[in-house]
Each structure stands twice: as structure tokens, then as C-alpha cells.
């Protein structure tokens, strides 16, 4: 159902279906829930919380992509390059920094991919930079820091019913995101992640190419 969803949202859109990439948020869910979402074929993972993600995500699965998709304290930055593949959550460059100076004690690996978070809601119980303008100005320093590749942006769609208020959200980010890819052509931007449970086929139709699902997958929250 999920998938048949996506693909008229995508048609809709006059995209292709292989555009848009799922994840799975298990955020209060077990791991006997993310081993069945694994075994289905969903090879992308978000955590809101880095002590949840610790107790849940002991060991990885093969191709596995853990994402921390929620707001990242300074004092939690230690235990990501261990954990996490991805953060989707950047929203100022001191934690950008802090989490270069972790990097760059670690053993040789991988460089850590991120997001830039951009709150388009302009809701203040959200995280992300305030605007644009503040997201900009701090591009060119974190793209200058060896451990981090910037892939893209994220958001969160705003808390409403109206769909003209959650497609005017979207569209914002991927102004930005088009916006970015001309400053900076030679960045791999290759991922605009918005869009969840409740609002994903508005997200798709407005260009996501990373739709975060939680509820729709599982169902309620299982723990916690």
C-alpha cells in the first residue's frame, strides 16, 4: 500500500518511482520491528535519539544505513562515528565542528554523510536553522571540514491540516536545495529528505527524494 502510494504521488509528479527512497523510523519501536522492516527490503534507518539508537542498534545489518534524524547534543556527538552513518540534523556549525574534531581522532573510515536541517514551518518547537540566510552562511565553512560530506537538506512539514501550508513548507526547502546545487555544483546534492507518515505524497510531489516513515510502516509505537 505504502509503495502503490508512493508511485502515484510520483506519477503525479511526473517523477520516477526509483527517485524516492524510504526510511524507516524507529523511534519507540523494538528490534524485532526493525528486523522485519530489513527483511522486507528497507535498507535505510532513523533514530530520533542517540541513547535509544545505543540500546536498539548493538549490531548492524549488512547494507544497513543508520540516520540520526533527531536534534544532536554536543554531548552526545562522541558516540556517533561509531553508530551512525548519517546525520540528518545538522543546524549550526558548532555541531558540525564538534563533530569533525570526534572524526579526526577516529581510526581511517569513511567520511560522515549529513544534512543540513532547514525548519520551513517556522514553528518554534522545531529544530533546523531559523532561515535560509543562516543556513547559507555557515555552507561554505562545513564544506571546508574533510570528515563531513554535505548530501543535501532536511525538514520537518509543519504541524496542520491545510496541505497549501505543508506544500508551501516543502517547496521552501527545495528552493533552497536548487538554490545550493548552483552555488556549489561540484557538492554530491543529491538528497532533499521531507516528508513523513502523515504528509509523505505532498513531500514527493514537491521533490523529496527521502521520505522518513514511521507510523505507516509499523503502526503505533510499540515501547516506551
Known amino acids: 500500500m505504502v509503495l502503490d502510494r ?4 510520483a506519477f503525479r509528479a511526473g517523477r520516477r518511482e526509483e527517485e524516492i527512497r524510504i526510511m524507516a523510523v524507529t523511534k519507540l519501536q523494538p528490534w ?3 528486523a522485519e522492516a530489513y527483511e522486507r527490503g528497507i535498507r535505510i534507518f532513523g533514530e530520533n535519539r542517540v541513547q535509544e539508537a545505543k540500546e ?12 540520526l534524524i533527531g536534534h544532536l547534543q554536543s554531548n552526545k556527538v562522541k558516540y556517533v562515528p ?13 555541531i558540525a565542528t564538534e563533530l569533525e574534531k570526534r572524526l579526526a581522532k ?30 547559507l552562511r555557515d555552507v561554505e565553512k562545513i ?3 574533510p570528515h ?14 491545510d496541505t497549501d501550508t505543508i506544500r508551501r513548507s516543502f517547496r521552501m526547502l527545495n528552493k533552497a536545495f536548487q538554490d545550493l546545487k548552483k552555488r556549489y555544483p561540484e557538492v554530491k546534492w543529491d538528497t532533499l529528505s521531507m516528508g ?29
Open 56 to 67: 536498539k542498534y548493538k549490531q548492524l545489518l549488512p547494507a544497513m544505513e543508520l540516520h
Open 143 to 145: 564544506l571546508s571540514l
Open 196 to 224: 513523513m507518515s502523515g504528509d509523505f505524497e505532498i513531500a514527493i510531489e514537491e521533490g523529496s527524494t527521502l521520505v522518513r516513515l514511521g507510523t505507516i510502516l509499523f503502526g503505533e509505537r510499540r515501547v516506551g
Open 148 to 161: 563531513l560530506e554535505i548530501r543535501g537538506l532536511m525538514t520537518v512539514g509543519p504541524l496542520s491540516t
Open 106 to 135: 577516529g581510526p581511517e573510515s569513511p567520511r560522515l554523510q549529513i544534512l543540513l536541517e532547514l525548519n520551513t514551518s517556522g514553528e518554534v518547537s522545531k529544530s533546523g536553522y531559523p532561515s535560509y540566510e543562516l543556513l
Open 32 to 34: 524485532e520491528a526493525v
Open 6 to 9: 508512493i508511485q502515484q504521488a
Open 82 to 94: 561509531t553508530l551512525f552513518s548519517w546525520v540528518d540534523s545538522i543546524d549550526r556549525l558548532s
